[in-house]
């Protein structure tokens, strides 16, 4: 797998720092005791963690020569894929950030 582009870089680097946003979210309520009941954890860390994988999907398929090697096992897939997880990256970081908010008011 070759890097191809510098959108790699900097996709490596939104990734990793919204990680470390979903990491920090979740310890600042763990410090500052603000868990009063673990429901709300049960489902923003999936969400962070699907936000997560896409984000890093589409800075795999956009910077690297990964889809060639679908190409050469017959199995197809557009061009246009990055675009695609890089929309369902952003949707599932609206909905965590609208759903850490409004569970957050709630409990």
Do not use: E
Request: hydrophobic share 55%; net charge positive.
């Amino acid at each position: 797998m070759k890097i191809t582009s510098i959108l790699f870089w900097g996709g490596m680097v939104t990734t990793i720092m919204l990680f470390a946003l979903f990491l920090g979210l979740i310890c600042q309520d763990i410090i500052y005791k603000r868990v009063h009941n673990g429901v709300k954890y049960f489902f923003i860390i999936p969400i962070g963690i699907l936000c997560v994988m896409f984000f890093l999907l589409s800075t795999l398929v956009a910077g690297t020569d990964i889809l060639s090697y679908f190409y050469q096992t017959n199995i197809y897939y557009g061009s246009k894929l990055d675009i695609l997880f890089l929309v369902f990256a952003i949707w599932s970081l609206w909905v965590a950030i609208h759903y850490y908010g409004f569970i957050s008011r709630i409990f």
